[in-house]
T-cell receptor, first 114, second 113 residues
């Protein structure tokens, strides 16, 4: 089973609409990272969350980590075509002697219709 | 902006050939990770280096794969006797320290015919 579940798998929204992507784990997340990827390209870092209840924002994107540190959400306000791409959550699930490698969800493909 | 760079960006090879990819991390980042990503999936961890020492390898890294990071700077990932199942995007990421942000390179897309 997938250790990190992302939902939805894909999303089509009208430009200007808000949207939320979720990332859920059955294990405690010691670091939760959100990345954006365009097809055939590398991952662009968006935000990192480490503390339960933490919330960070950058431009029109807000990411939250719940108090139990098992679920994160990424919210985009007033979406634009430039927001289109694949959003990936990655997590460090190893406590203590972690080598720091990230476990990733399968990604959420976002399309924004002008 | 001296981000993570990877070369080549694309590689097409025939089954059975050897290929080598290079990753140049952000300078002064002492940790370097290799991941593999197939279509519709998130990246999967392959191996990582702390300076020049290779400290962990995943079970995905078969005997045909070898990685090096001489002098703790750039890293190479070699695949010997390539198979069609090796076709994927190979991503490199560098990190300054433990549990800090991993910055990814643009990836090398491998197609094995």
């Amino acid at each position: 089973s997938q250790e990190l579940e992302q939902s939805p798998q894909s999303l089509i929204v009208q430009e200007g609409k808000n949207l939320t992507i979720n990332c859920t784990s059955s294990k405690t997340l010691y670091g939760l990272y959100w990345y954006k990827q365009k097809y055939g390209e590398g991952l662009i870092f968006l935000m990192m969350l480490q503390k339960g209840g933490e919330e960070k924002s950058h431009e029109k994107i807000t990411a939250k980590l719940d108090e139990k540190k098992q679920q994160s959400s990424l919210h985009i306000t007033a979406s634009q075509p430039s927001h289109a791409g694949i959003y990936l959550c990655g997590a460090d699930m190893n406590y203590g002697g972690s080598q720091g490698n990230l476990i990733f969800g399968k990604g959420t493909k976002l399309s924004v219709k002008p | 902006d001296t981000g993570v760079s990877q070369n080549p960006r694309h590689k097409i090879t025939k089954r059975g050939q050897n290929v080598t990819f290079r990753c140049d991390p952000i300078s002064e980042h002492n940790r370097l990770y290799w991941y593999r990503q197939t279509l519709g999936q998130g990246p999967e961890f392959l191996t990582y280096f702390q300076n020049e020492a290779q400290l962990e390898k995943s079970r995905l890294l078969s005997d045909r794969f070898s990685a090096e990071r001489p002098k703790g700077s750039f890293s190479t990932l070699e695949i010997q006797r390539t198979e069609q199942g090796d076709s994927a995007m190979y991503l490199c990421a560098s990190v300054r320290g433990h549990r800090e942000t991993q910055y990814f390179g643009p990836g090398t897309r491998l197609l094995v015919l």
